[in-house]
Nanobody, 122 residues
Framework: QVQLVESGGGLAQPGGSLRLSCAAS????????MSWARQAPGKGLEWVSG????????YYADSVKGRFTISRDNAKNMVYLQMSNLKPEDTALYYC???????????????WGQGTQVTVSS
């Protein structure tokens, strides 16, 4: 079965960095676009970043552009989100998701990971 397992979340200071990882299994990873989304307490879901199967033309929300970098390793079935210059407003539960349709800005997804918590605080 399809599994998406996120890791790498934790506590970071403002201005700090974290790298999220998502290990995928149970499907042909190299054929699927992947996305990262986040949900902060009391707020709706935000599509943070997405990447096509070949790594081309990644998507970034305006809120993270220039600070976050998405990448993937199709040989390892992994997708990553490098987060730099973190801000308190980046605090959220971050999810990895398998995309089956749609633009990366508003993808349709069929599988989600369980999420990894990112807290940015001094």
């Amino acid at each position: 079965q399809v599994q998406l397992v996120e890791s790498g979340g934790g506590l970071a200071q403002p201005g700090g960095s974290l790298r999220l990882s998502c290990a995928a299994s149970g499907f042909t990873f190299s054929s699927s676009a992947m996305s990262w989304a986040r949900q902060a307490p009391g707020k709706g879901l935000e599509w943070v970043s997405g990447i096509y199967r070949d790594g081309s033309d990644p998507y970034y929300a305006d809120s993270v552009k220039g600070r976050f970098t998405i990448s993937r390793d199709n040989a390892k079935n992994m997708v990553y989100l490098q987060m730099s210059n973190l801000k308190p407003e980046d605090t959220a539960l971050y999810y990895c998701a398998k995309v089956y349709m749609g633009p990366l800005s508003q993808p349709k997804v069929d599988y989600w990971g369980q999420g990894t918590q990112v807290t940015v605080s001094s």
